[in-house]
């Protein structure tokens, strides 16, 4: 089954404790994309990537790495978080020259 | 800052009608303009995208597409209890990845 997938789904976690959320694509996609979702504000992108070893911030980044070492993979790092990076989190991919993005289940995460 | 407003909503129409749901943007540059759908405790999901002014037609629904106004809009026709959920207007800016999204109107389609 095509899909995008996310891990964990759900996380709660401690101000300043790194974490990773994994993002992985089985359908060959160039493009990844992740967003953060909160009440009022939408999907906002955080960081995209046009293909392996190739990304680009979106418009909130701060406080947030990627990379894009395999064409599949695409995680989502939190160096340290704090509790304004409490968010739903989706992931995305979608294939070069066409326009639908698949996102994954998404991620809710709570920083306390 | 480029933005996408949208109405909050819940806008809420019968069983049959027609619902529309408006969308303003901000890049005049814009090309490429998109609306997801999105079940509540699920992720969006493309339903339309549109390039050019006018119409463009797909089952029950409609996008519109004025770029002098700088305004899109979806119509669905025949709206159904179904339809009920949170319909996110997007545009591309920039980047061929790089996508501005909307708040996000929520649509109530009662019996």
């Known amino acids: 089954e095509a899909q995008v997938t996310q891990n964990p789904r759900y996380l709660i976690t401690v101000t300043g404790k790194k974490l990773t959320v994994t993002c992985s694509q089985n359908m060959n996609h160039e493009y990844m994309s992740w967003y953060r979702q909160d009440p009022g504000l939408g999907l906002r992108q955080i960081y995209y990537s046009m293909n392996v070893e190739v990304t680009d911030k979106g418009d909130v980044p701060e406080g947030y790495k990627v990379s894009r070492k395999e064409k599949r993979n695409f995680p989502l790092i939190l160096e340290s978080p704090s509790p304004n990076q409490t968010s739903l989190y989706f992931c995305a991919s979608m294939a070069s020259g066409r326009e639908e993005q698949f996102f994954g289940p998404g991620t809710r995460l709570t920083v306390l | 800052q480029k933005e996408v407003e949208q109405n909050s909503g819940p806008l809420s129409v019968p069983e049959g009608a027609i619902a529309s749901l408006n969308c303003t943007y901000s890049?005049?540059?814009?090309?490429?303009f998109f609306w997801y759908r999105q079940y509540s405790g699920k992720s969006p999901e493309l339903i339309m995208f549109i390039y050019s002014n006018g119409d463009k037609e797909d089952g029950r629904f409609t996008a519109q597409l004025n770029k002098a106004s700088q305004y899109v809009s979806l119509l669905i026709r025949d709206s159904q209890p179904s339809d009920s959920a949170t319909y996110l207007c997007a545009f591309r800016s920039g980047g061929y990845n790089k996508l501005i999204f909307g708040a996000g109107t929520r649509l109530a389609v009662h019996p």
């Open positions: 890049d005049r540059g814009s090309q490429s």
